[in-house]
């Protein structure tokens, strides 16, 4: 079993910041790829970002070059660093790993106000 417990998130104005964790635990060895998604009230959940163990990184195109994905192998944890926050990025927010099956964060909330 793995356990991903995410932690930050909030309410925040247009053009600030947040930072997003997700502190992953349970019987593994090593997490391969590590992937942020988001899903918007009446949207599909989407891709933001995802690193992979060795740090090659991909971004969806609407984040690029606001939003940061980072990750400590040794602490297991996963970061998210999102800057020049627009109100379209308000969504809930996942972490989320593959390790025979989805496993998923609880979610966060993050509200961008215009």
Request: aromatic share 10%; with cysteine; proline share 3%.
């Amino acid at each position: 079993q793995v356990q991903l417990v995410q932690s930050g998130g909030g309410l925040v104005q247009a053009g600030g910041s947040l930072r997003l964790s997700c502190a992953a635990s349970g019987f593994i060895l090593s997490i391969p790829t590590l992937g942020w998604y988001r899903q918007a009230p009446g949207k599909q959940r989407e891709l933001v970002a995802r690193i992979t163990h060795s740090g090659d990184r991909y971004y969806a195109e609407s984040v690029k070059d606001r939003f940061t994905i980072s990750r400590d192998n040794a602490k297991n944890t996963l970061y998210l660093q999102m800057n020049s926050l627009k109100p379209e990025d308000t969504a809930v927010y996942y972490c989320n790993t593959f390790i025979g099956r989805d496993y998923w964060g609880q979610g966060t909330q993050v509200t961008v106000s215009s």
